[in-house]
């Protein structure tokens, strides 16, 4: 369903991503766990058309990706509500915009749906700076889910909330894969929290520029129980092998080379080169550095 080949992008001449591969199937769900800063937004952008490759292709079931759409959408870390709506005209906002041709009945139901999806039905008609961060997400994930995207763009939803919340937010979201099934594409910094999710987990390596390493597939049956999974073979090794992989590649960024530097030259100019009057003579004085040339030897 989405297919990325070969693509590589760079800012103001700094490659952030090179040789991105990568393919989804309908209806699997994927996550792809990097460091801050390496380059996943970018990455989740490229196939939500908000960004661009320099080289290289972008798909959706055959048809280059050139701008966002809703067929995918995308969440945010940082919620993006309008903050003088409530829970629910957040929600009819993006609904209205995408089904225009239902009746009102029939978007309402759908809204009143998604609401409930997210278990936000007693919080319905409350404004965002009401609600907690947790249920802001679950609001974001509610609007994006209630345009019925057929792939949902995941880029650290979850990266804002404390550790219970978000735990809460995984189970959630992942109950909710298992009914309706769409893909998902999944970003996060949390190696555990990759793995808890998805089906397949994907490490963008740090490597400068950045690119994916390989697929890693998570083979832990559905629901899964955070507290069994904790104590479970597979999933310490799959995190093992995970965590692995990114500290190599960041270990590998950091290589040693060693250089042969020239000492500044930091004598005055030979005066015995100026002549008898004083003045210079045609050829400029030597420096110190032309007679002996120092160097020193230096690791970086
Ligand atoms: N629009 C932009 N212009 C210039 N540099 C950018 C832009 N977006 C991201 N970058 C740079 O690209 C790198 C990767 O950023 P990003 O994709 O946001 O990483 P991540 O989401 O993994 O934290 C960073 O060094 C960031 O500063
Ligand atoms: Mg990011």
């Known amino acids: 369903m989405i297919e990325i080949k070969n693509a590589s992008k760079s800012y103001d001449g700094t490659q952030v991503l090179r040789d991105i591969d990568l393919s989804v199937k309908e209806g699997e769900f994927v996550a792809i766990v990097g460091y801050s800063g390496s380059g996943k937004s970018t990455l989740i952008n490229l196939i939500s058309g908000l960004v661009r490759p320099d080289s290289g292709t972008v798909t959706m079931n055959g048809e280059p990706i050139v701008e966002p759409g809703p067929e995918r959408g995308l969440v945010f ?15 009819d906002l993006a609904v209205d915009e995408v089904f225009r041709s239902w009746t009102k009945e029939e978007r309402e139901a759908h809204v009143t749906r998604h609401i409930e999806m997210v278990k936000l039905g007693p919080a319905a008609h409350k404004l965002p700076k009401e609600l907690s961060g947790g249920m802001r997400q679950r609001v974001s994930v509610a609007r994006t889910l209630a345009m019925n995207p057929k792939v949902l763009l ?32 999944w970003i996060t910094n949390d190696p555990d929290e990759a793995i808890l999710v998805a089906d397949r987990v994907i490490p963008l390596l740090p490597t400068a520029p950045a ?27 799959l995190r093992a092998e ?39 003579s045609r050829r400029a004085p030597k420096r110190r550095n032309e007679n002996k040339k120092e160097e020193v030897e230096v690791s970086v």
Do not use: C
């Open 77 to 91: 870390q940082n919620y993006s509500l309008l903050p003088w709506l409530t829970v629910r005209e957040n929600i």
């Open 154 to 185: 995941m880029d650290e939803p979850l990266s804002a909330l404390d550790a219970l919340t978000r735990a809460t937010l995984q189970d959630e979201i992942a109950d909710i894969w298992l009914q309706n099934k769409t893909t998902v594409i």
């Open 211 to 237: 690119t994916l390493g390989k697929s890693i597939a998570v083979e832990l049956e559905r629901p899964r129980d955070r507290r069994a999974v904790n104590h479970d073979e597979r999933f310490k090794a």
């Open 242 to 280: 995970l965590i692995t992989t990114l500290l190599d590649s960041k270990a590998s960024r950091t290589s040693k080379v060693s250089m042969k530097l020239t000492l500044p030259d930091i004598l005055p100019e030979n005066v015995e080169d100026v002549n008898a009057f004083g003045r210079w």
